[in-house]
């Protein structure tokens, strides 16, 4: 089995209404559970805003610390589940279920092995 990352790619901006976002939860609570039925899941996250981020930068001096997301865009992450699957046909196939269910587009990579 391979290991692969499913990243989820939000645009920025406030959090959905509830009415919109429930929905979302629920279809991903039970594709996480088809997931773990499976023997494909080994973890998710969501994750914080990217105005919570900090960025790390090693220079000749030492290291640089600033605020923010490390690049300006109009999507950020917003979470991740990782995978183990076969081959990257079936990892495709998780990933267009996630990208059904929240509606977000789901990049799929894989982990070096």
């Known amino acids: 089995m391979k290991t692969y990352l499913l990243s989820i790619y939000q645009p920025d901006g406030p959090a959905p209404e509830a009415a919109v976002l429930e929905p ?51 999507e950020h992450l917003g979470g991740f589940t990782v995978i183990q699957a076969p081959d990257l046909d079936a990892a495709l196939k998780w990933g267009e279920r996630m990208a059904a269910v929240t509606t977000l587009p789901i990049e799929v990579r894989p982990f070096q092995q």
């Open 24 to 74: 979302i939860m629920r279809g991903l609570a039970t594709l996480t559970k088809d997931l773990q039925d499976a023997g494909a899941f080994v973890f998710s996250a969501g994750l914080c805003p990217p105005d919570t981020a900090t960025v790390v930068r090693s220079g000749a001096t030492g290291a640089l610390v600033t605020d923010g997301p490390f690049t300006e865009g109009k």
